[in-house]
């Protein structure tokens, strides 16, 4: 964003924010700062700060943002200083990218200044909170201290002043009066790349009423990628933590099965010893003997301490805690696959997931395991995501060939609905086999036949919405829906198959 965006911003900012009352404050992004800022009337905009060397800017958005549920420290401290302010100014330094909001809020019967500055300046990017009246920097996004510059420290609690002075003087044209030549553009060149400008170029060139709109709009899909991806990041995080743990406890439970097994094992020596306890004396390590068939010599490991009749009981007793443990290590390896396989499968739609309201959704509505795949013993998961009240396409729609509706779920949810509420008997239920993915079901109840090319379509849709989408190709399950059955009480989307076939499919690379 160069000096005369900004200037033209800040103005438009100053007429449009000034008598706002901050009302809330949150930091989506490491170097992004969002003001919730209430206008009179009641209306509420946002606006978006970031001192990213990259993306720096300052506009008004229309962007939706999620709301992290811990702050970070610079976040919580605007929070306690600057959150309850009311917008006296928005302006520019002269020479450089530099822009201040000044606040004023009441502290007793005092009304306190505060300056909320942001610095764009490349790799140098800050943004600082500055007491207004003693100019002390009360807080700063980034500390600068002595030994990284030679010409300005930026610590809390130095004095504050410009940056040293690195640009030019701004055009006039975006300060207060004399915008009649301000047009906001945004201007595609030949090379494809788009670029924003204060004034337009040609009648192909996307324009706007104000310079904050053009900037929404050209910076929008840039930042909406790059919360997508964080979100996306921070929602898998624990889950995947909680994937490597049950990895581990079912390599546990192997070798517990192991030992439970050797231990089963065991009733048949101690059979063998009980026939031959007139041999065994105390302090005896072991006792070779023959095995029913007679063709193999089997030495039985005994207890010194113990006499003939206490270790035939011990040997008993381990056998018997075999027998016993073998069911509940089965129980809890059952339980271990179906919790990480459902954890796999979460994982896969929020890699699928292609806007924030797919990932929220995807989180907020699993409920099997919620707590152990958000988050990791004692952690708090990232963003809180709100729904309530929010319609949400729980699957996607696509049609066949032939006009058959194949839908295919986008959450955990979303694939146990398609088969409890969308699902007639005769339509045709699709899944990527033996792989994470996406339930598809093509529904031909409707009495049009499906033919081989829909048919490939659908089980296209299934390896694409799945972990096998990379590969280009793989075996597709598919079932009448009569045959397929949600697991009782277990995760959504999970499902128990009594009868299917399975086919070759390929998918594009992007659908």
Same mark, same amino acid.
């Given at each position: 964003m160069n000096l005369e965006i900004l200037q033209c911003i800040a103005e438009e900012l100053n007429r449009s924010l000034r008598g706002g009352f901050i009302n809330k404050i949150h930091q989506p992004l490491p170097r992004e700062i969002v003001l919730r800022v209430r206008l009179k009337g009641s209306r509420e905009v946002k606006v978006v700060a970031s001192a990213d060397p990259q993306l720096g800017r300052i506009h008004l958005t229309q962007l939706k943002i999620p709301n992290p549920q811990n702050p970070p420290r610079f976040c919580a401290y605007l929070r306690a200083h600057l959150q309850g302010s009311i917008i006296d100014s928005v302006s520019v330094a002269d020479n450089d990218r530099v822009l201040t909001v000044k606040c004023l809020r009441k502290n007793g019967q005092l009304l306190v200044g505060r300056l909320f500055v942001l610095e764009l300046l490349g790799r140098d990017s800050n943004m600082l909170l500055v007491d207004d009246a003693s100019k002390t920097i %009360?807080?700063? @996004?980034?500390?600068i201290p002595q030994k990284e510059t030679a010409t300005r420290v930026v610590l809390p609690g130095r004095h504050y002043s410009l940056p040293p002075t690195r640009g030019r003087h701004g055009s006039a044209i975006g300060l207060f009066g004399g915008a009649s030549t301000i047009r906001p553009a945004i201007v595609t060149k030949n090379n494809g790349k788009r670029e924003l400008r204060v004034c337009t170029v040609s009648e192909k060139d996307e324009t706007f009423g104000t310079m904050n709109e053009a900037a929404d709009v050209f910076y929008g899909p840039v930042i909406a990628g790059l919360i997508l991806d964080d979100l996306r990041r921070a929602c898998m995080a624990p889950i995947k933590r909680r994937v490597a743990s049950l990895t581990r406890r079912m390599e546990k439970i192997a070798q517990d099965k192991q030992r439970l097994e050797r231990f089963a094992s065991g009733q048949e020596v101690g059979e063998l010893l009980k026939a031959n306890l007139n041999r065994v004396t105390k302090? %005896? $390590?072991?006792l070779d003997v023959v095995e029913w068939t007679g063709q193999r010599k089997v030495s039985i490991e005994l207890d010194p301490a113990l006499d003939a009749v206490a270790n035939m009981q011990r040997i008993f007793a381990k056998a018997s805690k075999g027998k016993r443990g073998q069911a509940l290590v089965e129980k809890r390896l059952e339980d271990t696959i179906a919790e990480k396989g459902a954890l796999d499968d @979460?994982? &896969?739609l929020l890699q699928q997931a292609e806007t924030l309201e797919e990932v929220s959704a995807v989180i907020d509505r699993t409920s099997f395991s919620q707590e152990k795949a958000l988050a990791s013993r004692g952690e708090k998961r990232r963003y809180v995501p709100n729904n309530r009240g929010r319609s949400f396409a729980e699957f996607r729609r696509y049609v066949s060939d032939s006009g @058959? =509706?194949? &839908?295919?779920?986008? $959450?955990?949810?979303?694939n146990d609905s398609i088969l409890r509420k969308k699902a007639r008997q005769g339509d045709l239920w699709f899944h990527a086999k033996d792989a994470p993915g996406a339930h598809v079901v093509m529904q031909v109840s409707s009495g049009l036949g499906a033919t081989t090319l829909d048919i490939e379509k659908a089980a296209a849709l299934a390896g694409y919405f799945s972990a096998l989408r990379t590969a280009g190709k793989g075996e597709i399950m598919m079932a009448d829906v009569k045959n397929v059955r949600p697991i009782s009480g277990g995760p959504p989307g999970k499902v128990m198959v009594r009868k299917y076939? $399975? @086919? %070759? =499919?390929?998918?594009?690379a992007r659908w």
């Open positions: %009360m807080d700063c @996004l980034h500390s302090g %005896m $390590t072991n @979460l994982l &896969l @058959l =509706a194949i &839908l295919v779920g986008k $959450t955990g949810q979303g076939e $399975t @086919l %070759m =499919a390929k998918w594009p």
